[in-house]
């Protein structure tokens, strides 16, 4: 088939593109064009790459109609982050593409209620990027009622070599990693309960391949794709650093004596991890898909972090 892949150079992307490649599919990635993957895969040399500012094209509305000329079977998109956006992907689409499919967030679900959660749970999003993305689920479900052919797969905390993985503070700082390297005390908030999902790149790129390839099973569906299990902060904490040889010095305060001692983005990246707490069940995907999470939420930060571990040494 011929796959569009839209945000084709990004975290996803990197893998997915050679990944379909290598499975025999014709490969058209779509990007600013400002950036190269993450990694140089066997398979991206026979992608086609196109150049095109969804932004700009949006604003003219020309977007939409740019990828329809490209005739492709399936599209992927990867960096839809507004309704309106992917409404008019769909409009430009409909009739012209036998399979569309979007990169979503557990963060659809809001606060849990119960855990673990599964896909059918009603959607309580807080914040604006899971109200966004609530929202755009919800119009490409109603839209596939209709008959257009959409697929919604939605990842936990996306990592993978290249870019700094979520750390056991639920933010982007990597001192933490450093710290218990060194075996410095790290700071937790609260009691370190709360709980990360991590998903590997590469494993979610497994479950586009999947639903791409099945798209009676995966038209008109909702998919969880992150690890099996979640860590708590507390644990993620200790194994990473047993991957030092330490044992993990740990202390923890209260949340808000904890945020003072952090810069203010750190504290708003960690408390909209701990607000969420991640749990989702994985098994409609594995059931119906076939999906087989390569990594464990610990291991997929582990394989993001020894790169930068490797450049610090």
Known sequence: ????????????????????????HEVIGVSRGAREPYHAFTGWEKVRRIGIDRETREIDGSFGNAIA??????????????????????????????????????????????????????????????????EIERLLLEESERGFPATVLHPGHITGPGWHPINPAGNLDPSIFDHLARGIP??????????????????????FELAIEQPGKSIGEVYHVAAREPVTMKTYAEQAAAWYGREAMMEFLPWDSWKAGVSERDAEITLDHMI?????????????????PRFTAVEAARDAQTGFDMRIR
């Open 276 to 292: 969420h707490s991640p749990f989702a069940s994985v098994e409609k995907a594995v059931t119906m898909l076939g999906f087989n």
């Open 186 to 207: 790290v700071v937790l908030p609260d009691d370190g309960s709360a709980t990360l999902q991590h998903v590997h790149a590469e494993d979610v790129a497994q479950a």
């Open 1 to 24: 088939m011929r796959v569009v892949i839209i945000g084709a150079t990004g975290h996803i992307g990197t893998w997915l593109a050679p990944r379909l490649s290598n499975a025999g």
């Open 69 to 134: 000329s490209l005739t492709p079977d399936v599209v992927v998109d990867l960096i839809c982050f507004d309704a309106s956006s992917a409404m008019h992907l769909v409009d430009a689409l409909r009739g012209r593409v036998g399979h569309f499919l979007h990169c979503g967030t557990l963060w659809v679900h809001g606060i849990p209620r119960s855990r673990p959660y599964d896909e059918a749970v009603a959607r309580e999003p807080v914040g604006d990027y899971g109200i966004r993305k609530a």
